[in-house]
């Protein structure tokens, strides 16, 4: 599971977060260091689909985004999808 | 290195610069940036350079079936280059009357002037899958003008088949929840090449 914008959509699922707090989090919970360039390549895409957007940061240029209701859907759709391909692949190694 | 990569993000576009550029750089501060990183930024720039607008996106859509046809509503946003959107919303109703037929298109783009299309049909003789209609076309414009065009159109008997696939997908994706714009991706999904 290394899909910037998948990485990106569960780390907001824990709550608001900015940039380098995605970073660190993706890093502890998926092994991935994602760079500045891919988050933000992911963090655009993401915004302009309306599955994640800027909340308020006050005076800090660090700016955090928050999960919408279509994005909180499309992780949904996304980790069940994953979870059917785990599901499966274990079974067939007969690890289930 | 987190110098480098502050000019390497010169190549970004300029509307993505002023939409993100100051909590990008906030993150090259705060975070270690390597090599690869600095690699990674001048690609993430070259790619929405060369891949500046995303799909469309459905903010809003509606069906509904009425007597002898249905209706739909849309409301899709296009993406442009320099980062803003067009909103385009179209409403549509077909009316199938047996052996002949009547549709409307009424669509505005942005900030133009709306229009509305209202075609009559009657269904001619079939051959394969290409039935041959007699139409009339009414262009009605903003200024109030009328543009009427006669003419022997081609109709291909496949799409009502695959328009009524598309209503189904819709209507079963609407039971289970899902928004608009996920009912299209997961068209899109199955059927790359029709979306």
Do not use: C
Request: charged content about 30%; aromatic content about 8%; cysteine-free.
């Amino acid at each position: 599971m290394s899909d910037p914008t998948l990485l990106v959509l569960a780390s907001l699922a824990e709550g608001d977060k900015h940039g380098y707090a995605m970073m660190e989090d993706i890093a502890r919970f998926a092994g991935v260091r994602l760079g500045p360039g891919t988050l933000y390549g992911a963090i655009t895409r993401l915004e302009q689909r309306g599955w994640i957007r800027p909340t308020k940061s006050g005076e800090d240029r660090r700016q955090p985004y928050a999960l919408t209701a279509d994005g909180r859907r499309r992780l949904e759709a996304q980790l069940s999808d994953l979870n059917q391909i785990v599901k499966t692949g274990l079974k067939r190694l007969k690890y289930a | 290195m987190k110098r480098l990569a502050r000019w390497f993000t010169r190549l970004y576009p300029r509307w993505w610069r002023a939409r993100y550029g100051q909590e990008f750089n906030a993150l090259l501060e705060d975070a270690p940036v390597t090599l690869p990183h600095v690699f990674g930024v001048v690609l993430s720039a070259l790619e929405l350079r060369m891949k500046p607008s995303i799909e469309p996106r459905i903010v809003d859509l509606a069906s509904r079936d009425i007597p002898h046809g249905h209706e739909l509503e849309t409301a899709v946003e296009y993406p442009r280059a320099d980062g803003s959107r067009t909103l385009v919303r179209n409403f549509s109703r077909e009316i199938d009357l047996g052996d002949s037929y009547v549709t409307l298109n009424h669509w505005s783009r942005g900030a133009e002037p709306a229009q509305t299309v209202l075609v009559f049909g009657r269904k001619g003789e079939v051959d394969g899958d290409f039935r041959t209609d007699e139409t009339e076309m009414l262009v009605l414009r903003a200024d109030g003008t009328v543009q009427r065009t006669e003419q022997t159109v081609k109709t291909w008997m496949k799409y009502d088949a695959i328009r009524d696939g598309l209503r189904e997908r819709y209507r079963s994706g609407m039971a289970a929840g899902l928004s608009p714009d996920e009912i299209f991706q997961q068209i899109r999904a199955s059927h790359p090449e029709s979306a």
